[in-house]
């Protein structure tokens, strides 16, 4: 296994910058590019100059040697200009931000439960109660000027990450199971009974309920999508699932046990085809893929904050500005109004028609500092990042006696989500044993019971990836589940 050295502090390495460290004799520049940490040989492969003397290029994640000029890719180490042809070595490298169980090094795996926070973004929340706390919208003071026009830049920002058509066409809610609710009342009060609602076996609790619950009220038919033993849907299947009775289909973008990436723009063009609207729960993939709305061509998008950087408790509903207008208010109260009389109310313009009460400003300036985060690393860049993570965990775990994967067995189509088990341990006990080496992963149903009984399955374990996990952590779950196996030898 790879033994972690630990270098440097972070607050030594300011974002765009170099530090030069020494490991058992190697000279390794260690790189903060927009957060993210790599680590290249400190030493130009074409004449002996310290790239670290050199400049760092945060966009194209390069570092440069000051002498001839020649780029190194941060990422590869591959020569990316001249005089230089061979490629610099590459190191893992981690920002360690405490111990557990201890003093173990923290190995964070459960991305898909929730993301760890850049200081940044929890800076921007503090900001916000500290300095400029109050409550926006219709306040005409200098604080409440100030929060909305800082809440509603943060809608912008989210506009632009999902390349949305208008900013009104986001809602802030608390979570993805919110957003869906919504939509699954608001959208839901059109269905007759006998409509029809089309789902996937995979689908997350909250891409489920929300639905039985409308079927229940309205008196409409559930039906189902298959999946393939790979964890895939069984796209042969949709044609004739889909027919003029069909007027919701609501899939997973990307599963959260399985990791499958759904082809939903495909799903998409024949639901519509059809006649019905498409919800996506993107709570999996917003954080960890480029997301554009308009070309997936779904007519309402649904994720969450603290799965993308940002804090718990805000969350996005996307929809199409003209089913929007066309729907009813979900929460009635301030903010969502135009007129109230005694008898009955006018209902204000988007979005604020679907924003009762006071909201989440703080949350939501601080998830549009988390989207400017994502933004410089690049969504290209993140998927990238995630999907070498998930190759190789896939084929270091394949490769381990008694591991049993869940799943498409290539990142191609799968984000960084791992459901496996190890032998008969039980996948809690399992998530236990790994605690004490200092792994953390998630281990249960993951709100997703109908799948684990297509799998065949009462719990897995899950690891997870994000932006800041390395393959030295993926090496430090492979030696954990030897130590756990070891315990029941």
Same mark, same amino acid.
């Given at each position: 296994?790879?033994?972690?050295v630990?270098?440097?502090?972070?607050?030594?390495?300011?974002?765009?910058s170099?530090?030069?460290?020494?490991?058992?004799?190697?000279?390794?520049?260690?790189?903060?590019?927009?957060?993210?940490?790599?680590?290249v040989?400190?030493?130009?492969?074409?004449?002996?100059?310290?790239l670290?003397?050199?400049?760092?290029?945060?966009?194209?994640?390069?570092?440069?040697?000051?002498?001839?000029?020649?780029?190194?890719s941060l990422t590869?180490?591959?020569?990316?200009?001249?005089?230089?042809?061979?490629?610099?070595?590459?190191?893992?490298?981690?920002l360690?931000?405490r111990?557990?169980?201890?003093?173990?090094p923290l190995?964070?795996?459960?991305?898909?439960?929730?993301s760890q926070?850049?200081k940044?973004?929890?800076?921007?929340?503090s900001?916000?109660?500290s300095?400029y706390?109050a409550?926006?919208?219709?306040?005409?003071?200098?604080?409440?000027?100030?929060?909305t026009?800082?809440?509603?830049?943060?809608?912008?920002k989210?506009?632009?990450?999902i390349?949305?058509?208008?900013?009104?066409?986001?809602?802030?809610?608390?979570?993805t199971?919110?957003?869906?609710n919504?939509v699954?009342?608001?959208?839901?009060?059109?269905?007759?009974?006998?409509?029809?609602?089309l789902?996937?076996?995979?689908?997350?609790?909250?891409?489920?309920?929300?639905?039985?619950?409308?079927?229940?009220?309205?008196?409409a038919?559930?039906?189902?999508?298959?999946?393939l033993?790979d964890?895939?849907?069984?796209m042969?299947?949709?044609?004739?699932?889909?027919?003029?009775?069909?007027?919701v289909?609501?899939?997973?973008?990307?599963?959260?046990?399985?990791?499958?990436?759904? +082809?939903? !723009?495909?799903? @998409?063009?024949?639901?519509? #085809?059809?006649g &019905?609207?498409? $919800?996506?729960d /993107?709570?999996?993939?917003?954080?960890?893929?480029?997301?554009?709305?308009?070309?997936?061509?779904c007519?309402?998008?649904?994720?969450?904050?603290?799965?993308?950087?940002?804090?718990?408790?805000?969350?996005?509903?996307?929809?199409?500005?003209?089913?929007?207008?066309?729907?009813?208010?979900?929460?009635?109260g301030?903010?969502m109004?135009?007129?109230?009389?005694?008898?009955?109310?006018?209902?204000?313009?988007? +979005?604020? !028609?679907?924003e @009762?009460?006071?909201?989440? #400003?703080?949350? &939501?300036?601080? $998830?549009?500092? /988390?989207?400017?985060?994502?933004?410089?690393i690049?969504?290209?860049?993140?998927?990238?990042?995630?999907?070498?993570?998930?190759?190789?965990?896939l084929?270091?775990?394949?490769?381990e006696?008694d591991?049993?994967?869940?799943g498409?067995?290539?990142?191609?189509?799968r984000g960084?989500?791992i459901?496996?088990?190890?032998?008969?341990?039980?996948?809690?006990d399992?998530?236990?044993?790994?605690?004490?080496?200092?792994?953390?992963?998630?281990?249960?149903?993951h709100?997703?019971?109908?799948?684990?009984r297509r $799998?065949g399955? /009462?719990a897995?374990?899950?690891?997870?990836?994000?932006?800041?996990?390395t393959?030295?952590?993926?090496?430090?779950?492979?030696?954990?589940?030897?130590?756990?196996r070891?315990?029941?030898?």
């Amino acid at each position: 296994m790879i033994a972690l050295v630990r270098v440097a502090s972070i607050e030594e390495i300011p974002e765009g910058s170099s530090k030069h460290v020494e490991v058992d004799g190697e000279e390794i520049a260690v790189v903060n590019a927009a957060g993210i940490l790599y680590a290249v040989s400190d030493i130009c492969s074409h004449e002996y100059f310290h790239l670290t003397d050199g400049e760092v290029d945060v966009d194209e994640l390069t570092i440069e040697c000051p002498k001839h000029g020649s780029t190194f890719s941060l990422t590869t180490g591959a020569p990316q200009s001249l005089p230089a042809v061979l490629p610099v070595r590459t190191y893992g490298v981690r920002l360690l931000t405490r111990a557990v169980r201890g003093g173990k090094p923290l190995v964070y795996l459960d991305n898909a439960a929730s993301s760890q926070k850049p200081k940044r973004v929890i800076d921007a929340l503090s900001d916000y109660y500290s300095r400029y706390n109050a409550n926006v919208h219709r306040g005409i003071h200098t604080l409440s000027e100030e929060a909305t026009d800082e809440y509603e830049k943060a809608r912008r920002k989210i506009q632009a990450f999902i390349n949305a058509g208008h900013s009104e066409e986001l809602i802030f809610v608390r979570n993805t199971t919110e957003a869906i609710n919504l939509v699954a009342y608001s959208y839901g009060e059109r269905l007759r009974e006998g409509d029809e609602i089309l789902l996937s076996e995979m689908e997350h609790h909250s891409n489920l309920v929300p639905w039985q619950l409308l079927a229940d009220r309205k008196g409409a038919k559930l039906r189902f999508l298959p999946l393939l033993d790979d964890g895939t849907i069984e796209m042969a299947a949709l044609p004739g699932l889909l027919n003029e009775r069909t007027k919701v289909v609501a899939v997973s973008h990307m599963s959260n046990v399985v990791g499958t990436i759904n +082809p939903v !723009k495909e799903i @998409a063009r024949q639901a519509h #085809a059809a006649g &019905a609207v498409v $919800l996506l729960d /993107a709570a999996q993939s917003v954080p960890h893929l480029p997301v554009d709305v308009q070309d997936l061509e779904c007519d309402f998008l649904a994720f969450s904050g603290h799965k993308m950087l940002g804090p718990m408790g805000i969350g996005v509903l996307w929809g199409r500005r003209d089913l929007l207008e066309s729907m009813p208010p979900f929460l009635a109260g301030g903010n969502m109004i135009m007129k109230v009389e005694l008898e009955h109310a006018t209902y204000n313009e988007l +979005p604020d !028609k679907f924003e @009762a009460g006071t909201p989440d #400003a703080g949350g &939501a300036i601080a $998830l549009g500092v /988390a989207v400017d985060y994502l933004s410089e690393i690049g969504m290209d860049s993140v998927r990238r990042h995630e999907q070498d993570l998930t190759d190789y965990a896939l084929e270091v775990l394949m490769s381990e006696p008694d591991v049993a994967l869940y799943g498409p067995k290539s990142a191609d189509n799968r984000g960084g989500v791992i459901a496996f088990n190890l032998g008969d341990i039980h996948p809690h006990d399992l998530g236990t044993l790994l605690d004490r080496e200092g792994v953390a992963i998630r281990a249960g149903h993951h709100c997703c019971q109908p799948l684990m009984r297509r $799998l065949g399955q /009462a719990a897995t374990a899950r690891a997870s990836f994000y932006v800041y996990n390395t393959r030295a952590e993926v090496d430090q779950l492979v030696s954990a589940l030897g130590s756990a196996r070891a315990v029941f030898g």
